[in-house]
C-alpha cells in the first residue's frame, strides 16, 4: 500500500508466534484502520535451549519484514513505530537477527521490556472499551501474559510473565500428546508465575475482565460457535479442556473453530487462561478485539500531537525522588548550550540524543533518598529497575549508564553493549553529560564560566582563561582529572 498522508500511521508488532502490521489514519481525534497483516512466524518456537534464535526462525522473520517494507515504502520513519516482545527482548543473538533485519527493512525496531508492552496492550483496550469502574486486561502471547488493571486510560497495575502459548506448548505437550496429568502440570506452572502478583493485583481488584490475545479470540469461538460477544466462563474452559483430554492428541481435536494453524499452541493457550480465571477466581470475561497495536498507534499519534509519555514518566520520578529541580534545569541548560557545538562533529543526530541527555539531567541524583555515598552508583540502579513508561529497553538501560557514569572513574569494562546505538556514540554521550554535570557542581548558575567551545570528531576545546581558571584552582583540577577519564573513552578534552 503506498500513501502521502502524514496523518497515516503504521503500528508493527513483532511477536513471538505472529508478526502483525496495521495502518490507520486519524480523523477527527479517531483511528480509522485501513488495512492489516498478519503473519506466522512461529519465532518462539525457533528459540532453543540457549535462548539463541536459529537460522530458520530468524529467516522466516526476516522474509516477512521485507513483505512489510513494501507496504511501508512511501511512510515517513516519524508515522511508524515497530516493536520486539518477549522472543526477541529474550534473544541472546539479537544482534545477529537486527542486522539481518536492517538490510530488508528501513525502520527501527524497539525491543521492549514486559511492563511496557503491558502498558500498550492496556491504552490499546483504552481507547476502544469503556467501562466504569476498574477493569484486568489479560493478553496471552505466545512466550508471555501480560496483565494489567486500571481505569478509563489510567493504568493503576502492569505485570508481564513469562509463559506463553507457544512456550507452555512446547514444555508440556511437545509430542502431541494430551492428557489430564500434562494439563495439570502447565495450569500448576502458570499459577507459580502468577503467585508474586497476587497481592497487589487482588487488594486493587477489578469490576471487568478483559482478554485479547488471539488464544482469547479462538477459545472464545471454539465454545459460542463463532459468536465473540458472548462472554468466555471457567465452565466453558474446564469442558474444553476435558473434551481435549478425551480425544488423547493434537492431531485428534474435533473443533470446527480450530484453525490447523492454531492447533500446536491450542493446549499452551488454553492452560494459561484457565489458571488465569481459576486463580484470580475470574467466573468469566470478555473478549476485546483492541490490544498491542491499537496502543502503539495511539502512543503514534500522541506523539505527532507533541505528547510524548516519557516527559510525563521523568517528570513523575523526579517529582517522586525530590529531586533539586534547579540543579537539574542549570545542567540541562549546559548540555543544551553545549549540544549545537558537538552534534555534528561527534555525530550525535538522532533525535533522541538530547532529550536522552536532558532526561538523564533530571534524574541524576534520584539516589540521594538511599544515600550520597554512591550517589551515582543507587540513581543508576534506581532508574534501571523503575517502570518508566513510554521507554524501550534499550533507552531505559542508557539512561541508567548515563547516570552510573556521570562521575568518578569510568571502568569500559562495565559499559553495555546495545542493539541500534553505537559504542562510539555511547562514549560521546557520557563525556558530553560529565562535562554539564561538572561545569554545575557549585550548584549555582552564576558561577558559572563564560567559556567558548569548539569541537572536531574525537576532540573537544574549552576556553575558560587563565585567569578564570587560577581563580577557580579546585574546578581547574577538577577538568584536569577529567581529561584521563576521556582518554578512557578515546576523546580528547583540550582546555586552556
Known amino acids: 500500500m503506498h500513501t502521502n498522508d502524514v496523518t497515516t500511521f503504521a503500528a508493527v508488532d513483532l511477536g513471538s508466534n505472529s508478526f502483525h502490521l496495521l495502518l490507520a489514519r486519524e480523523v477527527d481525534g479517531r483511528l480509522e484502520v485501513l488495512h492489516k497483516e498478519k503473519q506466522r512466524v512461529y519465532l518462539a518456537a525457533g528459540l532453543d535451549n540457549n535462548d539463541c534464535l536459529s537460522d530458520e526462525a530468524i529467516e522466516r522473520a526476516v522474509s516477512v519484514l521485507r513483505q512489510f517494507a513494501r507496504t511501508l515504502i512511501d511512510f515517513p520513519a516519524a508515522n511508524v513505530k515497530v516493536v520486539a516482545t518477549y522472543t526477541l527482548r529474550r534473544a541472546r543473538n539479537i544482534k545477529s537477527f537486527m542486522r539481518r533485519a536492517r538490510s530488508v ?221 534547579e540543579h537539574a534545569a542549570n545542567v540541562s541548560a549546559t548540555l543544551q548550550w553545549l549540544f549545537p557545538h558537538i552534534e555534528q562533529p561527534w555525530q550525535l543526530t538522532h533525535e533522541d540524543d538530547l532529550p536522552v541527555l536532558l532526561w538523564a539531567a533530571q534524574l541524576h541524583e534520584v539516589g540521594l533518598s538511599i544515600n550520597s555515598s554512591g550517589l551515582h552508583k543507587h540513581s543508576a540502579y534506581i532508574i534501571a529497575n523503575s517502570q518508566l513508561s513510554g521507554f524501550t529497553q534499550e533507552q531505559q538501560q542508557l539512561l541508567a549508564c548515563l547516570i552510573r557514569f556521570y562521575r568518578k572513574k569510568i571502568k569500559l569494562k562495565a559499559l553495555p553493549e546495545f542493539i541500534a546505538l553505537p559504542s562510539l556514540t555511547l562514549k560521546r554521550m557520557i563525556a558530553l553529560f560529565r562535562l554539564a554535570v561538572l561545569m554545575n557542581q557549585k550548584r549555582q548558575a552564576k558561577q558559572k564560566p563564560d567559556y567558548k567551545i569548539s569541537a572536531a570528531s574525537h576532540e573537544l576545546t574549552l576556553q575558560l582563561g587563565k585567569q578564570w581558571l587560577s581563580d577557580n584552582t579546585l574546578l581547574a583540577a577538577d577538568l584536569e582529572a577529567e581529561q584521563q577519564q576521556w582518554k578512557k573513552l578515546g576523546l580528547d578534552l583540550h582546555v586552556f
Open 105 to 325: 527493512f528501513p525502520f527501527h525496531i524497539d525491543v521492549i521490556s514486559g511492563q511496557e508492552e503491558a502498558r500498550l496492550i492496556y491504552q490499546g483496550v483504552a481507547q476502544h472499551v469503556h467501562h466504569e469502574g476498574l477493569r484486568l486486561v489479560i493478553d496471552i502471547g505466545g512466550g508471555s501474559t501480560e496483565l494489567a488493571i486500571g481505569e478509563h486510560h489510567q493504568h493503576l497495575r502492569l505485570s508481564s510473565r513469562n509463559m506463553g502459548c507457544v512456550s507452555y506448548s512446547q514444555q508440556f505437550f511437545a509430542d502431541g500428546r494430551i492428557s489430564k496429568k500434562r494439563f495439570k502440570r502447565a495450569i500448576v506452572k502458570a499459577e507459580q508465575e502468577l503467585e508474586s502478583i497476587a497481592n497487589s493485583f487482588t487488594q486493587l481488584g477489578w469490576q471487568h475482565v478483559l482478554a485479547t490475545s488471539g488464544t482469547a479470540k479462538m477459545l472464545s469461538a471454539l465454545c459460542h460457535q463463532g459468536d465473540l460477544t458472548q462472554p468466555l466462563t471457567q465452565s466453558a474452559l474446564a469442558t474444553l479442556i476435558e473434551a481435549s483430554c478425551d480425544s488423547g492428541h493434537i492431531e485428534r481435536l474435533e473443533f470446527a473453530e480450530l484453525s490447523e494453524e492454531r492447533r500446536p499452541t491450542f493446549c499452551g493457550g488454553l492452560a494459561i487462561i484457565y489458571a488465569v480465571m481459576t486463580f484470580f477466581d475470574i467466573d468469566a470475561l470478555t473478549y476485546c478485539d483492541f490490544s498491542l497495536r491499537e496502543g502503539i498507534l495511539y502512543e503514534l499519534t500522541e506523539l505527532h500531537a507533541h505528547k510524548d509519555i516519557r516527559v510525563a514518566t521523568i517528570t513523575n520520578i523526579s517529582t517522586r525522588y525530590v529531586v533539586d529541580s
